[in-house]
């Protein structure tokens, strides 16, 4: 099955700087990355998400490059602010699947 | 509209008993899935339904767990002989349609204690 590895686990910014969180995947028929936001004590939320045929994705100051050949993925925060805070999940699955495989997760915590 | 929804919030149990979390998917959604997530831990994947059947339950940990959806909205997960191994929040989600590019809308999760 697929694995998915997240890093790095906790990640302190000062605010106003940017985030990175990169996750690898395993099954080169992965073809759909979502990311997910869990604020404390809250439902994971999908914030963006990347198919295969493109290589990167963005929506105002959250982006996510794909690197099909190296199989791996990244989340891109710019400009962070307070409310960033939370932990951040990337998961991977196959089209005509349904089953997402999460990474460990990243805690984000942005010093005001 | 209303979210996905998940009764209790809160679950403590001693060893050994009979638990069953429920699940309200958002109207109209005719996939659900149960996840299950650790401390310090990505949801993990237990079992999807479409409409009223598992089309897939190879998540399930062991024959302890077993989940329902007998009208095809409304779900319930049960856990036989509770372990303190079990402990977790179950988080239950749906989606308009099953595959990928359906996006997948948690509920609040039950935490679950087993003492």
């Known amino acids: 099955g697929e694995n998915v590895e997240q890093h790095p686990s906790t990640l302190s910014v000062q605010e106003g700087d940017s985030a990175v969180i990169k996750c690898t995947y395993s099954?080169?028929?992965?073809?759909?990355f979502p990311w997910y936001k869990q604020e404390l004590g809250k439902r994971p939320q999908l914030i963006i998400d990347i198919r295969s045929n493109v290589g990167e994705k963005k929506d105002q100051r959250i982006a996510v490059t794909l690197n099909k050949t190296a199989k791996h993925f990244s989340l891109h925060i710019t400009e962070t602010q307070p409310e960033d805070s939370a932990v951040y999940f990337c998961a991977a699955t196959v089209e005509n699947d349904y089953k997402l495989s999460f990474g460990a997760g990243t805690t984000v915590t942005v010093r005001a | 509209g209303a979210g996905v929804s998940q009764t209790p919030s809160n679950k403590v149990t001693e060893k050994g008993k009979y638990v069953e979390l429920r699940c309200d998917p958002i109207s109209g959604h005719t996939a659900l899935y149960w996840y299950r997530q650790s401390l310090g831990q990505g949801p993990e994947f237990l079992i999807y339904f479409q409409g009223t059947g598992a089309a897939d339950d190879s998540g399930l940990p062991n024959d302890r767990f077993f989940a329902v959806r007998p009208e095809g909205s409304v779900s319930t997960l049960k856990i036989q002989r509770t372990e303190r191994g079990d402990s977790a929040v179950y988080l239950c989600?749906?989606?308009?349609?099953?595959?990928?590019?359906?996006?997948?809308?948690f509920g609040p999760g039950t935490r679950l204690t087993v003492l």
């Open positions: 989600a749906s989606s308009l349609g099953g595959g990928a590019f359906n996006e997948q809308f």
């Open positions: 099954d080169s028929a992965s073809n759909y």
